[in-house]
């Protein structure tokens, strides 16, 4: 068994740059990370650009800087982890995924696998900053498990001169028609609205989209949900009932969301609430209804449907579990980057 003061679990953003504080400022910890950092932003689509500014996901006190000025790509972020990991020498115990969370007299007991090899750590203090989108939310319909079907979309030139049917309204699947159109795909969209959460898309792809629609070159079935893939096709159901339209399709993209996994925060015995499943925990130090269990970053918002939480209002998690652990601010801004300070968005 090792024994640690603290230890991280999850190695995204949030969860790096916690290791950075707590680097900088001496304190003994041990990182474990179920995949590869920035494992949620690695299947991010690729050339895929995030919402916000270089200087609002900017983590450690690095600047993140792009050569053409704009905001970032998932691989210039996966990039920029890598640059932040390696300028701290940040010691993350990759493809170490957590087992058993358990407590007793002597503390935190976590338990994590390596290489088919139990690995035992003790500690006093656990922070659990695994992310809010860990898994994708099912439809759980006949043919969701065919070959064809992903939850996941990835590079557009899959899809060139294919038959693909795209489910859901929110930015993944807007930008996925979008792209996949621009390659040569025959696409079509259903949504069980009747149009697009404007405020959920990329302000830059909403008069494409509805132009795309406009014109017929993107098929679009609002008010509609899949209720069965074949291998052929695809039928969709109206939301408020009636007959089914079938839809041909080659290959078929699920872009209905993802969820949070809740299994580590349960083991902990993190006490979860609202339709979110959101932890429980203090606003001002971020730990949770368990003494000495605390989150950080997205996972203190449960599996959101409308975001609350993101990189750029995450880095406040940072400064509040360093100052609780250690008494001491953190050795670089830690603060919300959205509404405060600086970085204030201008009155709407």
């Not at 170490?96 to 035992?120: C, F, K, N, Q, Y």
């Not at 429980?280 to 209804?289: G, H, K, L, Q």
Request: some cysteine.
């Amino acid at each position: 068994m090792t024994r640690v003061p603290n230890i991280i679990v999850g190695a995204g953003p949030i969860g790096i740059e916690l290791a950075a504080a707590f680097k900088l400022l001496g304190v003994d910890y041990v990182h474990l990370e179920a995949k590869q950092i920035g494992h949620t932003i690695d299947w991010f689509p690729r050339q895929v650009r995030f919402f916000s500014g270089p200087d609002r996901i900017a983590i450690a006190g690095m600047p993140l800087v792009t050569a053409d000025q704009e905001k970032a790509s998932r691989e210039q972020y996966l990039a920029y982890l890598r640059s932040v990991v390696t300028r701290y020498e940040l010691d993350i115990r990759t493809f170490e995924p957590v087992s058993t969370i358990e407590r007793d007299a002597d503390g935190i007991h976590v338990r994590a696998l390596r290489s088919g090899r139990v690995r035992h750590y003790c500690c006093d203090r656990l922070v659990l900053a695994t992310g809010d989108m860990n898994r994708p939310r099912r439809l759980d319909i006949p043919g969701e498990n065919l070959p064809q079907v992903s939850h996941y979309f990835d590079d557009p030139h899959r899809y060139f001169r294919q038959r693909l049917l795209i489910v859901g309204g929110r930015n993944s699947a807007v930008e996925a028609a979008i792209r996949c159109q621009r390659t040569g795909a025959d696409v079509t969209i259903s949504y069980r609205r009747d149009w697009f959460d404007e405020q959920s898309v990329k302000y830059w792809l909403s008069p494409e989209i509805r132009m795309l629609i406009k014109t017929k070159r993107i098929a679009f079935h609002p008010q509609t949900v899949p209720v069965a893939i074949t291998a052929e096709h695809v039928d969709l159901a109206p939301v408020e009932g009636g007959a089914t339209t079938r839809v041909e399709a080659d290959f078929v993209l699920l872009l209905v969301g993802y969820e949070m996994d809740p299994v580590l925060l349960k083991m902990a015995g993190v006490e979860l609430k609202g339709e979110n499943g959101a932890p429980a925990f203090d606003a001002s130090t971020m730990e949770t209804n368990v003494p000495g269990v605390y989150v950080a970053g997205t996972v203190a918002a449960g599996t959101q449907v409308r975001f609350r939480l993101f990189i750029e209002n995450c880095h406040a998690h940072v400064g509040k579990i360093v100052k609780a652990v250690t008494g001491r601010e953190a050795p670089f801004e830690a603060e919300d980057r959205t509404h405060s300070g600086r970085y204030a968005l201008p009155e709407s």
